[in-house]
């Protein structure tokens, strides 16, 4: 069965550090996955999605996320928060064609102005 | 375009009541999702339909139905509310199967569901 792990359940970080957040999947085949954000009191919005081709996936407000495959791994990464990133991010993935998409249980995300 | 819409954004049952959720999407998408938010467990997907008149269950099934009614709609109901069951739902669409461009989910604004 697929499943999705993200170990970091609260990550503070101070303007202008450097962001990355953790994600392994567990899923014997193809995978296509994804990084959705959701601000406080908002619904779930795609930052960026991989699915084949060039493992280094590049998103929106610069998000970027690397696809490892042997590491089970698609870390999310940013060189320089801002106040604005406070949020949730949630990584999920899905098989090759399946429909079903599992996702993770999310990292709060907390940035000091 | 709407997107996906979602009713009622607010409900409070009483142990025991039923409900259903109503969910569409004017995308013209395929492929639809419940999913259940609660605090420290993140997205857990409750059923999905892949396509018109085909429905499959997620993680989470028990104490739940779901109706594709057509490709637009796909409702989730509560047959006998249990306080287990006081969570935000998520309706989501999807395009399956378009290129790698089109293939994502589009969430609803949730419903906050408090079972007492």
């Known amino acids: 069965a697929q499943s999705v792990s993200q170990h970091n359940h609260h990550v503070i970080l101070s303007e202008a550090a450097s962001l990355e957040l953790g994600c392994n999947y567990s899923?014997?085949?193809?995978?296509?996955l994804f990084w959705y954000v959701q601000y406080p009191g908002q619904h779930l919005q795609l930052l960026l999605k991989?699915?084949?081709?060039?493992?280094l996936v590049k998103g929106i407000k610069g998000f970027e996320a690397e696809f490892i495959k042997s590491k089970f791994s698609f870390n999310l990464r940013k060189p320089s928060v801002q106040w604005s990133d406070t949020a949730e991010y949630f990584c999920?993935?899905?098989?090759?064609?399946?429909?079903?998409?599992?996702f993770g249980s999310g990292t709060r995300l907390s940035i000091r102005p | 375009n709407a997107g996906v819409t979602q009713t009622p954004k607010f409900q409070v049952l009483k142990t025991g009541q039923s409900m259903t959720l109503q969910c569409a999407q004017d995308?013209?998408?395929?492929?639809m999702y419940w999913y259940r938010q609660d605090p420290g467990m993140g997205l857990r997907l409750i059923y999905y339909?892949?396509?018109?008149?085909?429905?499959d269950k997620g993680e989470v099934p028990n104490g739940y139905n779901v109706s594709r009614l057509n490709k637009r709609e796909f409702s989730l109901r509560l047959e006998s509310a249990a306080p287990s069951q006081t969570s935000v739902y998520f309706c989501?669409?999807?395009?399956?199967?378009?290129?790698?461009?089109?293939?994502?989910?589009?969430f609803g604004p949730g419903t906050r569901l408090t079972v007492l």
């Open positions: 989501a669409s999807r395009l399956q199967g378009g290129t790698t461009v089109t293939d994502t989910q589009y």
């Open positions: 899923y014997g085949g193809t995978v296509n």
């Open positions: 991989y699915f084949s081709g060039d493992p």
């Open positions: 999920a993935v899905t098989g090759g064609s399946a429909s079903k998409i599992i």
């Open positions: 995308m013209n998408h395929n492929s």
């Open positions: 339909s892949a396509s018109e008149g085909t429905t």
